[in-house]
């Protein structure tokens, strides 16, 4: 069973930066596609990105390509998600998620096996 630990969440402006990480424990981390996931009060979770098992291939969601980066460190076992240019519709429990299925990235929260207890961020204007 993988454990997944979400940091680096807090308040900030919109239009600033915040980096937010995913520590993984158990399992092979450095084989499992990873994904972070945000969910807003009253809305549904929806998918933010994901990094295949190398780092070589990344996906993101329309609402945030060209303002997040993903990345990871398979050494440390962490996921990083570099968020820039922040609105406050990025508002959200962000959440990580491990994928230990073979195949290419998938942006389905049905496809993803364990996540994270979340961190918050929230965007002030």
């Known amino acids: 069973q993988v454990q997944l630990v979400e940091s680096g969440g807090g308040l900030v402006q919109a239009g600033g930066s915040l980096r937010i990480s995913c520590a993984a424990s158990?399992?092979?981390?450095?084989?499992?596609?990873v994904g972070w996931f945000r969910q807003a009060p009253g809305k549904e979770r929806e998918f933010v990105s994901a990094i295949s098992w190398s780092g070589a291939n990344t996906y993101y969601a329309d609402a945030v390509k060209g303002r997040f980066a993903i990345s990871r460190d398979n050494a440390k076992n962490t996921v990083t998600l570099q968020m820039n240019s922040l609105k406050p519709e990025d508002t959200a429990v962000y959440y990580c998620?491990?994928?230990?299925?073979?195949?290419?990235?998938?942006?389905?929260?049905?496809?993803?096996?364990?996540w994270g207890q979340g961190t918050q961020v929230t965007v002030s204007s």
């Open positions: 158990g399992g092979t981390f450095s084989r499992y596609v």
């Open positions: 998620a491990v994928d230990r299925k073979l195949g290419m990235i998938r942006t389905d929260s049905d496809a993803y096996d364990y």
